[in-house]
Nanobody, 116 residues
Framework: QVQFVESGGGLVQPGGSLRLSCVAS????????MAWYRQAPRKQREWVAY????????TYADSVKGRFTISRDNAKNTGYLQMSSLKPEDTAVYYC?????????WGQGTQVTVSS
């Protein structure tokens, strides 16, 4: 079975930073495009960023461009999302998955709350 386990979320004040981690198991981590998604309360899940299998190319949603950095360490089967200059509108549950996502791969996510 394939599993993604997200961690690193928490409560942070506006302007603060957090680093999320995503540990994958059940398949070769280097063999897919890894992406981060988020779902805010009462909103649909949205794509945030993705990174190529080798880590050589990254793409971001306009809402996070310039503030978030996606990365991966294939040797550790781990992906990361470095978030800075956080805004209240970044509050959401953050998930990792493939791009495009596979429904069977959704994990529990990690909660990020940006509030003063």
């Amino acid at each position: 079975q394939v599993q993604f386990v997200e961690s690193g979320g928490g409560l942070v004040q506006p302007g603060g930073s957090l680093r999320l981690s995503c540990v994958a198991s059940g398949r070769i981590f280097s063999g897919f495009i890894m992406a981060w998604y988020r779902q805010a309360p009462r909103k649909q899940r949205e794509w945030v960023a993705y990174i190529s299998s080798s880590g050589s190319s990254t793409t971001y949603a306009d809402s996070v461009k310039g503030r978030f950095t996606i990365s991966r360490d294939n040797a550790k089967n781990t992906g990361y999302l470095q978030m800075s200059s956080l805004k209240p509108e970044d509050t959401a549950v953050y998930y990792c998955n493939q791009f495009p996502p596979q429904t069977v791969y959704w994990g529990q996510g990690t909660q990020v709350t940006v509030s003063s």
